[in-house]
């Protein structure tokens, strides 16, 4: 992500990404797991689909490690590993991460308020180590990019229905698994300045209302961002991606996208309270920087 003056240390976790995908598909595009046969009525309210997807959360809280592959405009590829994790706190939830490598991010540190109260803004906070310093990051604009990559802070952040407007495109199949498919656009100027997109379509699957695929015009002119998903797979009882990609497309080629694969990935397993809140943020007695979890038992 990339500030004029703070560019490529923020580290925001990773953890229940918004509007990104969840199609189950190998690199030969074989679903790896069957599609789910409908079990729910058939919503025909775009605003139901929203609030599903709104709503639905990975679990109570959740940690992985995430290594990022970022391919520039250049074609010069980057790397980056993180600890991400996050735990909900009621409806709202609380972020944490940590830079493990390359070694110019490294120990760099932050925490993130994800909020659905009314009057409290999402927030964003980061720990610098060379300066031991912290910084506010405005929750106003959350536009900027994810360590030079294609993902933007927002986009981590769960969207709320009730700051956009929306139109039934109808119901469809996508990679194996069957969707709804609706039309957003952002009915504020404020959300648009806060994730730096504007209208869109999101594929959201029809059982668990997690996003499969999206496409939003940026509000750079001729620039969309595409965000999807591969390797869907059931972890501690949540549906989720082992990789998905971002690509920014400009007008119609695509210029730059970056990876993402997750690392020994749980969910509901505990984690301590005090890792999600400030005071741990840059403390050396923390144990989130080095902590790894325990791998379920295979069967």
Excluded at 21 to 30: D, F, H, K, V
Excluded at 111 to 123: A, C, E, L, Q
Aim: hydrophobic share 35%.
């Amino acid at each position: 992500m990339t500030f004029k003056t703070k560019s490529t240390f923020l580290a925001c976790a990773l953890a229940a990404l918004p509007f990104l995908g969840s199609a189950a598909q190998s690199e030969t595009a074989a679903p790896l797991l069957e599609a789910a046969t409908p079990t729910s009525p058939t919503m025909t309210n775009c605003r139901q689909v929203m609030e599903g997807v709104q709503n639905r959360y990975n679990g109570y809280d959740s940690w992985r490690i995430v290594h990022m592959e970022i391919t520039d405009e250049t074609g010069a590829v980057k790397t980056r590993s993180i600890s991400a994790a996050h735990r909900n706190s009621g409806i709202n939830r609380h972020l944490r991460s940590f830079v493990h490598d390359p070694a110019e991010l490294a120990n760099v540190e932050s925490y993130v308020r994800d909020s659905f109260t009314d009057g409290i803004p999402d927030k964003v906070w980061v720990h610098l180590p060379s300066a031991d310093k912290i910084i506010d990051v405005k929750s106003e604009d959350l536009s900027q990019r994810l360590y030079g990559s294609d993902l933007a802070v927002g986009e981590m952040l769960i969207r709320q229905a009730k700051d956009y407007d929306c139109k039934m495109l109808g119901t469809g199949v996508y990679r194996g698994y069957p969707v709804y498919k609706i039309y957003v656009n952002p009915n504020t100027e404020d959300e648009v300045i806060r994730l730096g997109l504007r209208d869109g379509e999101l594929w959201a699957d029809t059982e668990t209302f997690m996003p499969i695929y999206s496409s939003f015009n940026a509000d750079a002119p001729n620039e969309q961002r595409v965000l999807e998903t591969l390797d869907l797979r059931w972890v501690d009882g949540v549906f989720a991606p082992a990789r998905y990609r971002v690509s920014t497309i400009k007008e119609g080629r695509v210029v730059s996208f970056s990876n993402f694969e997750t690392e020994g990935e749980r969910f509901n397993i505990g984690l301590p309270a005090e890792w999600f809140e400030f005071d741990d943020l840059g403390n050396p007695k923390s144990g989130f920087k080095d902590f790894r979890a325990e791998q379920p038992a295979s069967h």
